[in-house]
Antibody, heavy 123, light 107 residues
Framework: QVQLVQSGAEVKKPGASVKVSCKASGYSFTGYYIYWVRQAPGQGPQWMGRIHPNSGDTNYAQKFQGRVIMTRDTSISTAYMELSGLKSDDTAVYYC????????????????WGQGTLVTVSS | SYELSQPPSVSVSPGQTASITCSGDKLGDKYASWYQQRPGQSPVLVIYQDNKRPSGIPERFSGSNSGNTATLTISGTQAMDEADYYCQTWDSSIYVVFGGGTKLTVL
């Protein structure tokens, strides 16, 4: 079945960086956009950006421009999200999610989602 | 910046119809999607492109979108439908925006 499996929880100090991985299985990795979304405790989801699986082209939410880098390694069907300059309010569950539409169709809707990676930023 | 507004909570009796709204400027000109999130779980897509159901989503879930409001309707609501629901939209200038979420309580 289609599955996205993310790396484990992280605890980071303010100012540090974190890199979260998202390994895809059960489908052709190069056929679908991968998105990154975070959800702070008790809050709604917040879109961070997306990466095209073939070209590696990225689109980032303005809020994260300059602090986030999304990459992918097609040889191992894995996407990565690195966030730098961490602050306490970056504490959240970070999700990867696949677009529901197969390229060249793009749905800009997300299914499935990974299990989430809790990133805690604390001194 | 573009915002989507949802009521914080909606209550419904088992077997009745629940309606959850999502409001945004000219939202009807864009596509709306809806996600269900049970406590401690990842979101699940239940409606996309306003009114389409992904495979595996029960027929009791339906959607509409017109004017400034998108609506998720759950007919014959069951106890298992109790969850948080988020609307989401996209366009080429704003990219992706989520609503703040609605907690559905099945009393």
């Amino acid at each position: 079945q289609v599955q996205l499996v993310q790396s484990g929880a992280e605890v980071k100090k303010p100012g540090a960086s974190v890199k979260v991985s998202c390994k895809a299985s059960g489908y052709s990795f190069t056929g679908y956009y991968i998105y990154w979304v975070r959800q702070a405790p008790g809050q709604g989801p917040q879109w961070m950006g997306r990466i095209h699986p073939n070209s590696g082209d990225t689109n980032y939410a303005q809020k994260f421009q300059g602090r986030v880098i999304m990459t992918r390694d097609t040889s191992i069907s894995t996407a990565y999200m690195e966030l730098s300059g961490l602050k306490s309010d970056d504490t959240a569950v970070y999700y990867c999610a696949r677009d529901y539409g197969e390229l060249p169709t793009v749905c800009n809707c997300f299914d499935p989602w990974g299990q989430g990676t809790l990133v805690t930023v604390s001194s | 910046s573009y915002e989507l507004s949802q009521p914080p909570s909606v209550s419904v009796s088992p077997g009745q119809t629940a309606s959850i709204t999502c409001s945004g400027d000219k939202l009807g000109d864009k596509y709306a999607s809806w996600y269900q999130q049970r406590p401690g779980q990842s979101p699940v897509l239940v409606i996309y492109q306003d009114n389409k159901r992904p495979s595996g989503i029960p027929e009791r879930f339906s959607g509409s979108n017109s004017g400034n409001t998108a609506t998720l309707t759950i007919s014959g609501t069951q106890a298992m439908d109790e969850a948080d629901y988020y609307c989401q939209t996209w366009d080429s200038s704003i990219y992706v925006v989520f609503g703040g979420g609605t907690k559905l309580t099945v009393l």
